[in-house]
């Protein structure tokens, strides 16, 4: 089945960017989501990017997918204190179009 | 125009207890998903759920846990005979129909504790 790796925490200054990174095993995923999770909260829809795509801008967040390396990666620009959350990746794969598969998360601390 | 309702919010049940978790979707969405997250892990799908179907159930343990989604109401997680094991975060999400199914609404979840 899929697996997914995430680092596990990243710390950035306020402004900075922050680079959060996945990978994952299974190369017929089709969609690849980015949530974030805050404190005591559920997942909050991100973005996603389609698996025939490399690139995606949505405002702050850009998403970047490497599909011969079955790498994902999510930057976010200028960096708020409001960003600090846990970041999951979730590819779905092929043959179960509805089964997110979550890795770990990463926990990012915007520092002021 | 409410999102994903679940509750309780926080329950806590003693060893060998019943917990039954409640999630009502977004209005219009049909499908509903309940995950469950373990302290300091990702979450792991358990069960999906339509209206009055479970079309795919492969993440849930195989005994003491079941799933509803009826015709009227909410759909139900419910756990017999909870064990510490059990205690973690259940989500539940939705999503309609005709939308990605990976575009799924979450819910704040249902924190269990088992004493």
């Known amino acids: 089945g899929e697996d997914v790796e995430q680092s596990l925490f990243l710390s950035v200054r306020e402004g900075d960017s922050s680079v959060i990174n996945c990978t994952y095993t299974?190369?017929?995923?089709?969609?690849l989501y980015w949530y974030k999770q805050e404190p005591g909260a559920g997942l909050q829809l991100l973005t996603y990017?389609?698996?025939?795509?490399d690139m995606k801008q949505d405002q702050r967040l850009t998403v970047l997918l490497n599909k011969k390396d079955k790498h994902l990666s999510l930057r976010i620009a200028d960096t708020q204190t409001g960003d600090s959350a846990i970041y999951f990746c979730?590819?779905?794969?092929?043959?179960?179009?509805?089964?997110?598969?979550f890795g770990s998360g990463t926990r990012l601390l915007v520092r002021p | 125009n409410a999102g994903v309702m679940q509750n309780p919010r926080h329950l806590v049940r003693r060893r060998g207890q019943e917990a039954r978790l409640r999630c009502s979707p977004v209005?219009?969405?049909?499908?509903v998903y309940w995950y469950r997250q373990l302290p300091e892990e990702g979450l792991k799908f358990m069960v999906y759920?339509?209206?009055?179907?479970?079309?795919?159930e492969s993440g849930m343990p195989k005994e003491r846990f079941s799933a509803e989604f009826p015709k009227e109401g909410p759909s139900i997680l419910r756990i017999q005979q909870v064990v510490r094991g059990d205690s973690a975060a259940y989500f539940c999400?939705?999503?309609?129909?005709?939308?990605?199914?990976?575009?799924?609404?979450f819910g704040p979840g249902t924190r269990l504790t088992v004493l």
């Open positions: 999400a939705s999503s309609p129909p005709e939308r990605g199914a990976g575009e799924q609404f």
């Open positions: 979730a590819p779905v794969p092929m043959d179960s179009s509805y089964k997110l598969i």
């Open positions: 990017i389609f698996s025939n795509m």
């Open positions: 209005k219009g969405h049909s499908h």
């Open positions: 759920l339509q209206k009055e179907n479970i079309i795919d």
């Open positions: 299974d190369s017929s995923s089709t969609y």
